[in-house]
């Protein structure tokens, strides 16, 4: 696939709840089909997409889409938008059966997987996080006396407290 098209799979990639999503109407243009086609042949198979694969945006998130999206501002459509994870999108390619969303589809997973990698590739390792944490507690001990008190009293509280000598009768 040509650069430029890669390119415009990666734009219309986004991040909705806190997921990686790409919206029906994105998918629909790629794949060369009618969203309402798109949407209804995920309508017919509804038992293939459960939530973590595709879930129609709230009223605030298309709203907050729209404005950011100069691109959101032309469609005028009357339903909330439908946004499909990588699964879901996954999915689709077995209820679109063209060329085109088969060639379209492999592209998609090709760039989640991209994505993915860079992600993993940019992640401090938990030795790096250690080692950090080390370098700031030893700057801490040695440049500033006060910070230090206040750690070690913080420490001293989240200690659990000695038991106490038990006074008077106690019935177990």
Do not use: C
Request: aromatic share 10%; proline share 2%; no cysteine.
């Amino acid at each position: 696939m040509e650069e430029s098209k890669v390119m415009l799979i990666q734009d219309l990639i986004y991040e909705i709840r806190g997921q990686k999503v790409m919206l029906d109407s994105d998918l629909a243009g790629l794949y060369g089909v009618d969203i309402k086609r798109l949407n209804e042949s995920v309508k017919r198979n509804m038992k293939r997409f459960p939530p973590e694969f595709m879930f129609q945006l709230s009223n605030d998130e298309w709203v907050n889409q729209r404005s950011q999206f100069a691109t959101f501002r032309k469609d005028t459509r009357k339903y909330k938008p439908y946004a499909f994870t990588e699964h879901g999108i996954l999915m689709l390619s077995s209820i679109l059966n063209s060329d085109t969303a088969i060639e379209i589809n492999i592209e998609i997973m090709k760039i989640f997987v991209q994505l993915r990698q860079y992600i993993l590739s940019q992640g401090g390792t938990s030795e790096q996080i250690a080692e950090l944490r080390k370098l700031l507690m030893l700057y801490i001990e040695t440049n500033d006396k006060r910070v230090n008190d206040i750690i070690i009293a913080l420490n001293n509280l989240i200690e659990k407290p000695k038991e106490s000598k038990r006074i008077g009768f106690y019935i177990d």
